[in-house]
């Protein structure tokens, strides 16, 4: 994820750095692939967390993603099990907080 989708939300939220004379088509491709590579870590969660075990720092990290770049509708449509972790983890009692300084209260 650090290496395959975070590098690509800079060219979602800031195309015209990458392309000046095109930031819409990059916005879009970007967006493609941001979706091409979250589809491969929904079907890798195992359960109710990322890894079989459990909690870890990875569920953190992978819900961040679910609050980046793509729109809310393909979200729901396409990541349930991520959505779902999502929710589960921005609720944990020592991440809410942190969640709703940065996501605001509606998505917690």
Partial sequence: MAGEIYPIVEMVDYPERFAPGDAVSLRR????????RI??????????FMLRH???ILDIYAT?????SLEPDWKLA???KLMALAETISKR???KPVWVRHFGPEQN
């Fill in 29 to 36: 491709i970007a967006k493609d692939r941001i979706r091409e």
């Fill in 39 to 48: 589809l491969i870590v929904e079907r890798m969660v195992d359960g109710p």
């Fill in 54 to 56: 459990g909690f870890s």
């Fill in 64 to 68: 961040m993603f679910t609050r980046w």
């Fill in 78 to 80: 396409n990541l349930p």
């Fill in 93 to 95: 009692p020592a991440i």
